[in-house]
């Protein structure tokens, strides 16, 4: 049954107190860590999610999907895990070959009990305590892949109902966990089948925070039906970033049984916040809900438009992942391969892209990618033209009165409804013919019409 957000008090204000009451946490130098909310990996680099879930506990001989999923620019999966409560066990040896797996494959893995999910609702779901049981059982396991592993404790732990005690659960589970010698960055699912549409997660997260004695949680919600506008997807959000509590996307899907959340809301929101994000799921899907693949039957040749849409569109896993510099790599190109498929074209209540005529070397793009009211994505591609070029600048005057809110992948200045966009020093240099594109996201009122972007290169 679908339940939307409702109107609830205000506790932005008591979250930053107790907030800013604890300082910044000390970095766990072994792995992940926490601190202004934001994630760090052990290098001291900051870590945005950008992958998929995959139900390894029903599917456990599909261990190729870690390389699949890796070879399409993920750089997390969450792995689906059983206790043995509902399901067949994930053995220590097993879990130990998962770890193996996301680390020969360059993926941060976040592994989760999903015997937890809608416990106080759902028939033979288990409590946080017996999730920490099985964590504890696989403390030989777990010991020493801080720097790869993250621990989610249960699966969407409470339904609608019976879940008043979600905070206490937790706090306890956290400090359990603490106790048995785990370490690692612990991320904690949000009530209410995981969409905490009572703002139980939201209003007592900083509660739950202060009880991890490493000052080393993160909160995860998950968006299907109650998430279907942009103001609620901020909204949400946007409490977590003002009160500096850390906050992932830890799932979300294209449409679902109890509505149809905004993906691209979501997708644009996180890459202009800095948010890490999952998509629901890799493949398997069933119950009703097998629109919910990102591949058809395991087949990474196989993407559904789902897949297509997460892997390689606007603000998708190709566009915005970086590999976590714990594996030594070198962050991708900001722009995806030639083989990536172009942006879905807008619906038809947006303009349709301009394109100006050559200026100075190069030529800019102006694109609406995506439109609700008030408020608006914007894309700018800038390629170059029969030379190669080592730095560009863009540029335009809104005729509207549109502003510029936030903005990625640019060094981006305004003086009214002027706008300056210079590259960064990673996607500045472009070879004859080849493109670098930046977003934004901007407010509008009365109407949205596209300007004339000029581009000159040097």
Known sequence: MKTRLSAAGATLLALLVTVLAFGQPAHAAAGFSVAGGKLYDANGAEFIMRGINHAHTWYPQQTSSFADVK?????????????????????????????????????????????????????????????????????????????????????????????????????????????????????????????????????????????????????????????????EISDYLGRFRAAGLPIVVGEFGFNHSDGNPDEDAILAYSQANGIGWLGWSWSGNGGGVEYLDLATNFNPASLTDWGQRLFNGVNGIRQTAREASVFGGTPPPTTPPPTTPPPTTPPPTMPPPTTPPPNGGCTATYTVTNQWQGGFQGEVRVTAGARAITGWTAGWTFANGQRVTQSWNVALTGSGTTVTARNTDYNGRLAAGASASFGFLGSWTGTNSLPVVSCTAS
Request: negative net charge; hydrophobic residues 40%; proline residues 2%.
């Open 71 to 231: 070879a399409l620019g993920a750089n997390t999966v969450r792995v689906v895990l059983s206790s043995g409560d509902r399901w067949t066990r994930n053995t220590n040896a097993d879990v130990a070959n998962v770890i193996s797996l996301c680390k020969a494959n360059r993926l941060i893995c976040v592994l989760e009990v999903h015997d937890t999910t809608g416990y106080g609702e759902q028939s033979g779901a288990i409590t946080l305590d017996r999730a920490v049981d099985y964590w504890l059982s696989l403390a030989d396991v777990l010991a020493g892949q801080e720097r790869y592993v993250i621990v989610n404790i249960g699966n969407e732990p409470y339904g609608n109902q019976n879940y008043a005690s979600w905070a206490t659960d937790n706090a306890n589970a956290i400090k359990r966990l603490r106790a048995g010698g785990l370490t690692h960055t612990i991320m904690v699912d949000a009530p209410n089948w995981g969409q905490d549409w009572s703002f139980t997660m939201r209003d007592n997260a900083a509660s739950v925070f202060a009880a991890d004695p490493a000052r080393n949680t993160v909160f995860s919600i998950h968006m299907y039906g109650v998430f279907d506008t942009a103001a």
